[in-house]
């Protein structure tokens, strides 16, 4: 696309002498939850810098407190720079933002006026070897991205895991490198989102934790931590309790961070109404399990990409249905987790998957002390080892299964140190996954919210 920069409007200039004020990305969510508010997040990524522009602007106009998303293309997230350069060239659609093919300077047009301490901008990828985007989104003048060296390797292609640790590892420093204070540059691990359904949640805890402590121990200060909602609201409660105290007990204290939920990451709702449901109830469950940041889904998803204003709905749905929703440290709200100033029975006690997800911690630790190392050797060893994950590097000995009362549990766990669930009653084991079971289990969600009564 050519002179496309000329059709960008022109930033806001700030007033000569005025301070410098705080536009990183985790001082924003922490203010936000400071002030009570939810932040909400599309996942939104056009080929089209005016398009992509449009976005951003709908997206910082919704009445919510959002942050902005450029989501990268799939050409770019492989590295085919020849294939993202081709169809910039022909004007073909692409499916999401060509960081690295568009000019710096456009990158910088498309953001001007835009991107700043009151809406700060992340960029989301889905790279095993991220290091030309990060080499973009900083000559871009950005500091906030996702990923990981196994949530970013693992469910997407054959990149070797020692490989993406590495290329991990590397950009982290990078990161760190090219936005200096008193720039903050953010890391979100995607480690709490692994395959998106069927994992049960003490691996998915365990996961985003050791990624986020990967990112600290490469230079990085500022961090979130992911879980995507599953099939049962109070064992989702507990993951993300247990992923905040977790935090608390195995992170630096003066590093910055916050907890990322995910709208249910598998199959959607086919029904506006049943997709509105899903995800009106995502955004109770962030409120009363106390992350504080929320990366929604639309009523299209079953079916197509969304529009702009199809994610704008989406983020006003979930910033409406958060703010009807009792905090968990007003009265009748609920304990908060540990750490968090709680003091109530349920914070205090060690849920099922808090138990199961430092258990996965401290056996990764006791690997190696480089936890590069440790993660490859867990894998390697069977100690992590994600369900129905085809990557070579995955065991794949762990299955799960959903229990009567909608619970995710695992029926064989392989070397992990997790116990293996009899279901539903005592002494009894749970059935083999027949692929008649495994189509049923990924369909049960969008099924259970498109009935005329679910329950929820």
Not at 209 to 217: A, D, P, S, T
Not at 384 to 400: E, F, I, K, T, W
Request: glycine share 12%.
């Amino acid at each position: 696309m050519t002179g496309g920069a000329a059709l960008l409007a022109p930033g806001v200039q700030r007033e000569p002498g005025a301070p410098e004020p705080d536009a990183s990305f985790g001082g924003f969510v922490a203010r936000a939850a400071a002030a009570g508010q939810l932040v909400v997040q599309p996942r939104m990524g056009f080929g089209d810098p005016r398009r992509m522009r449009a976005g951003l602007e709908r997206t910082k106009g919704a009445v919510a407190t959002t942050v902005g998303t450029l989501t990268i293309d799939s050409y770019t997230r492989v590295g085919d720079v020849a294939a993202a350069r081709a169809a910039v060239a022909e004007g073909s659609a692409l499916n999401g933002y060509p960081i690295t093919t568009h000019p710096v300077e456009l990158t910088r047009s498309l953001l001007d006026g835009l991107a700043g301490p009151g809406f700060p901008v992340q960029v989301r990828h889905g790279s095993s070897r991220p290091e030309a985007i990060v080499r973009a989104l900083a000559a871009a003048g950005l500091d906030a991205t996702e990923g990981g060296p196994v949530s970013y390797c693992l469910p997407y292609g054959r990149t070797p895991l020692a490989e993406s640790v590495e290329n991990w590892a590397r950009c982290c420093e990078l990161l760190a490198a090219l936005a200096p204070a008193p720039r903050v540059p953010h890391l979100e691990s995607f480690g709490g989102c692994m395959l998106g359904q069927l994992c049960p949640p003490g691996l998915l805890v365990a996961l985003s934790l050791l990624e986020g402590m990967f990112f600290v121990r490469h230079g990085i200060r500022s961090v979130s931590l992911s879980y995507a909602q599953q099939t049962d609201p109070a064992q989702d409660a507990e993951a993300v309790r247990a992923l905040r105290r977790l935090a608390g007990e195995f992170l630096p204290a003066g590093v910055d961070r916050h907890v990322v939920l995910y709208t249910y990451m598998g199959v959607f709702p086919r029904t506006a109404r049943g997709a509105t449901r899903l995800l009106e109830a995502s955004a109770r469950l962030a409120v009363r399990s106390g992350a504080q940041r929320l990366i929604v889904k639309t009523a299209a998803e079953a079916y197509r990409i969304p529009t702009v204003l199809e994610n704008v709905r989406a983020l006003e749905t979930a910033a409406a249905t958060a703010a009807l929703q009792e905090r968990p440290d007003s009265p009748g709200g609920g304990p908060s987790a540990p750490g968090d100033g709680a003091t109530g029975d349920a914070a205090g006690a060690d849920s099922e998957v808090y138990r199961e997800a430092r258990a996965f911690v401290e056996a990764v630790l006791e690997l190696d002390e480089d936890l590069g190392r440790a993660l490859r050797t867990a894998f390697a060893r069977g100690v992590l080892d994600v369900p129905y994950c085809l990557h070579p590097d995955n065991a794949g000995r762990s299955r799960s299964f959903v229990d009567a009362g909608g619970r995710l549990r695992w029926s064989e766990t392989g070397s992990m140190p997790a116990a293996a669930r009899t279901a539903p009653r005592a002494g009894v084991s749970a059935p083999a996954m027949t692929s008649d079971g495994l189509l049923a289990a990924v369909h049960g969600v969008a099924l259970r919210y498109d009935a005329p009564d679910d329950g929820e």
